[in-house]
C-alpha cells in the first residue's frame, strides 16, 4: 500500500472516498476546511492509476505522504520562547504536511546541561510513538551534552540543531540535521526548507527501517484495519472532536476514548474472521490523557494473521 | 557617559568559542532586537557566550534618548471658572495623563467633563501650578526602552540560565547569566567588554 495526501474541493469527494475503499484501501485522516478536503489515504500499489485518474477527473492535488501513518513526537526542551513557536511549530507543521500525526512535547526539566532531565512519564510519552525529533540549539557543546537524555528512549530518534555535526558525534541518535538551531523567525528561507526536506527524509527512512523491521514477524492485524473496524464498531467514536479518534501508529493505535469507560467495548470488537481484538492486541491505558492504547501483537504470538 | 553621535549598532559582535553557534546566535539576537524595536535604540552590543562554561554576558550602550513628553506638550491647559481646564489633544497620552492628574490631586477633586478633558481645582498661586501640572511626565520614553530591554535580554538568555546578574541605567546595560553562581573572572570579563565599547 502506498500513501497519499489528497487535496480537493468538497463536491463529489466522496466519489474519490468510495473508489478507495472499494479498492481495499484506507482513509486514515479526513478533514474538512470549509469548501476544501484533506485526506490521509493509503492505495494499494496496484490500484495508483486508478486513482490518479479519479483526480485528474476532479481537479484535485495528490501528492506522495511518506510518514503517514505514523506518529511523530517532535521534543523541545522547554515550552519557553526559546524554543517556540517559530521553529517548532514550522517543523511540526512540515511533518503533518507528508503526512506524519504530529504530537509536540515541551520538556518539563530540559534545558541547561546540568538539569537537562526526562520525568518517567515523558519518556512513557514518547515512547509510544513511533519516532521522536529532537529540536535542541545552536551550541555543539550543549547538543552533545543533552544526549543524555535520549538513555530511556526505545523509539528511533532524529535530532536537529544548528551546527554542523556528524550523526555520528551526537550518540544516540539515528540522524542529525544540522542548520535548524534556536531561530526567532519563521522559517522561510531556502536553506531553511531544505533542512525540513532532510528531516522528513530522515523520518521516513527511520520508519522504512522500523516497518522492515516489523515485517520480519508480521502483525497479526494491519493498523489501518484495526482502525477501519473500531470506526465501524464502536458508533462514539464518531462524537470525538479530535481530528484523529483514531491514530495510528506502525504497530498499533491511540484510541481516544476514555480507558476506564471503553476499554471493554475495545476488547470485543470482533473481525469478520470471528477474532476478538482482545485476541491481537494489547490493551494498554495511554499515557496521553486517559486515551486507549492498541498494540497489535506479532504472528509469533498468536500464530495468525488476519 | 559616552556622548559620542552613535550609528544604530556601529558595533555588534557574538564571541565565542563556538564560532558557528557565535553565528547563529547573533541571527537570534537581531531577530530578537528587531521584534522588540531596539534596533535604533541600540548603540553598540558585544555579546560572549561560553557553553562550556556556562556563561553567557552582554553588555550594550543605548543610543541617547529621545526627550521625554509632559503635559505641557501634549495637551491644552486654561483657565475655566471650576479651575485649571487641561484638554489632552493627543488620544493616545490621554489616560496616563488623568491618572497622573487623579494620583497627583486626588480623584474625588477632579472634575472630568469629557473623555480627554478634565478640570482641576485651583490652589494657592495660579501661575505656579501651571507650570507644574505642564511639567507632569506622561511618556518617558527611556522608561519604556528599560522594559523592552528587559524583556529583550529574557528573550536573549539561553534557557536554563537561572542565575542571572544584571546592571542598567539610561545609557548602558550589562548582563550575566549562567547555570551555575557568577564567578569573579566573568565579572571581569564583562568588565572587559564594557570598556571596549566604551560604557
Redesign the interface.
Known amino acids: 500500500m502506498e500513501p497519499f495526501i489528497w487535496t480537493g474541493g468538497l463536491y463529489k469527494h466522496e466519489e474519490f472516498e468510495e473508489l478507495v475503499e472499494d479498492m481495499g484501501g484506507y482513509i486514515l485522516q479526513k478533514n474538512i476546511l470549509q469548501s476544501d478536503v484533506i485526506m490521509v489515504i493509503l492505495v494499494p500499489n496496484a490500484d495508483i492509476p486508478v486513482i490518479e485518474a479519479k483526480n485528474r477527473e476532479l481537479l484535485g492535488k495528490l501528492v506522495k505522504a511518506p510518514l503517514a501513518g505514523a506518529e511523530v513526537a517532535v521534543i523541545t526542551p522547554t515550552l519557553a520562547y526559546q524554543h517556540l513557536p517559530h521553529l517548532a511549530c514550522d517543523v511540526a507543521e512540515y511533518l503533518r504536511r507528508a503526512g506524519s500525526k504530529t504530537n509536540m512535547i515541551g520538556l518539563a526539566r530540559g534545558v541547561g546541561k546540568r538539569v537537562a532531565q526526562l520525568t518517567a512519564k515523558e519518556i512513557d510519552l514518547i515512547n509510544e510513538h513511533d519516532a521522536a525529533l529532537f529540536l535542541y540549539g545552536n551550541f555543539k557543546h550543549c547538543i552533545i551534552e543533552k544526549t543524555k537524555l535520549f538513555r530511556d528512549i526505545e523509539v528511533p530518534i532524529v535530532v536537529t540543531g544548528g551546527p554542523e555535526l556528524k550523526t555520528s558525534e551526537v550518540p544516540g541518535c539515528e540522524a542529525y540535521i544540522s542548520g535548524l538551531g534556536r531561530m526567532m523567525h519563521r522559517l522561510r528561507q531556502k536553506e531553511e526548507t531544505e533542512s525540513m526536506d532532510r528531516i522528513v527524509n530522515a523520518i521516513g527512512k527511520v520508519l522504512d527501517e522500523r516497518r522492515s523491521e516489523l515485517d520480519k514477524d508480521q502483525l497479526s492485524v494491519s493498523p489501518p484495519r484495526l482502525k477501519a473496524e473500531i470506526e465501524k464498531q464502536v458508533p462514539d467514536i464518531q462524537d470525538v472532536i479530535s481530528p484523529t479518534p483514531v491514530t495510528l501508529n506502525l504497530n498499533g493505535a491511540r484510541i481516544k476514548l476514555s480507558y476506564n469507560d471503553y476499554r471493554d467495548v475495545i476488547a470485543n470488537i470482533r473481525f469478520d474472521e470471528g477474532v476478538y481484538l482482545r485476541e491481537v492486541c494489547e490493551i494498554k491505558p495511554s499515557r496521553m490523557k486517559d486515551f486507549i492504547l492498541l498494540r497489535i501483537k506479532p504472528k509469533s504470538e498468536t500464530g495468525f494473521v488476519i | 557617559m559616552n556622548d559620542l553621535v552613535m550609528e544604530p549598532l556601529e558595533v555588534f559582535t557574538v564571541d565565542?568559542e563556538?564560532l558557528?553557534?557565535a553565528e547563529?546566535?547573533k541571527?537570534?539576537i537581531s531577530?530578537?532586537l528587531m521584534?522588540l524595536n531596539l534596533v535604533r535604540a541600540i548603540g553598540r552590543l558585544k555579546v560572549y557566550?561560553d557553553?562550556?562554561a556556562?556563561v553567557f554576558i552582554i553588555v550594550g550602550l543605548f543610543r541617547p534618548g529621545l526627550a521625554r513628553l509632559t503635559l505641557g506638550d501634549v495637551a491644552d491647559i486654561s483657565s475655566v471658572n471650576e479651575g485649571l481646564l487641561v484638554s489632552v489633544r493627543e488620544e493616545q497620552y490621554s489616560s496616563k495623563a488623568i491618572g497622573r492628574l487623579w494620583s497627583k490631586y486626588g480623584r474625588e477633586n477632579i472634575i472630568q467633563t469629557d473623555r480627554a478633558a478634565v478640570i482641576v481645582p485651583v490652589k494657592g498661586d495660579f501661575a505656579k501650578q501651571m507650570d507644574d501640572v505642564s511639567a507632569i511626565t506622561v511618556y518617558d520614553p527611556q522608561e519604556e526602552l528599560k522594559k523592552n530591554v528587559i524583556d529583550a535580554l529574557l528573550?536573549i538568555t539561553?534557557?536554563?540560565?537561572?542565575v542571572r546578574k544584571h546592571f542598567i541605567d539610561q545609557h548602558m546595560l550589562a548582563f550575566i547569566a549562567s547555570?551555575?553562581p557568577i564567578k569573579p573572572e566573568w565579572l571581569e570579563i564583562c568588565r572587559k567588554l564594557r570598556s571596549s565599547i566604551g560604557a
Open positions: 565565542s563556538d558557528e553557534g547563529k546566535y541571527e537570534v531577530d530578537i521584534d557566550v557553553p562550556k556556562p528573550r539561553p534557557e536554563g540560565f537561572r547555570e551555575d
